[in-house]
């Protein structure tokens, strides 16, 4: 059964740091693309970052100098480096495995919870 699922969430000052992990199984992880997206009180769910197969990362304007991705292909595992956190960072973060092959599915994971405040 193909399972995505985040961690490393929590409670964090605003200048502080959180790293997340996006742990799968099921899948044959080398040829997805992986993906966080966030939600934050009052917004629709966002892009944050995305890593593709073969190890191309993007960033969205608020991520880009501050987050990190990356992905560990040996263990399944996508990454979220995050510095500088920001009050308005705080929301829910997931994890995302994009297929580019047709036939097959995305996955969504059920989301960790990040909040930055004082």
């Known amino acids: 059964q193909a399972q995505v699922v985040e961690s490393g969430g929590g409670l964090v000052q605003p200048g502080g740091s959180l790293r997340l992990s996006c742990t799968t199984s099921g899948i044959i992880f080398s040829i997805y693309e992986m993906v966080w997206y966030r939600q934050t009180p009052g917004n629709q769910r966002e892009w944050v970052s995305g890593?593709?197969?073969?190890?191309?990362?993007k960033y969205s304007e608020f991520a880009k100098g501050r987050f990190a991705i990356s992905r560990d292909n040996a263990k399944n595992i996508m990454y979220l480096q995050m510095t500088d956190l920001k009050p308005e960072d705080t929301g829910v973060y997931y994890c995302k495995a994009e297929a580019i092959a047709t036939h097959l599915e995305d996955y969504w994971g059920q989301g960790t919870q990040v909040t930055v405040s004082s």
């Open positions: 890593i593709t197969a073969g190890g191309m990362k």
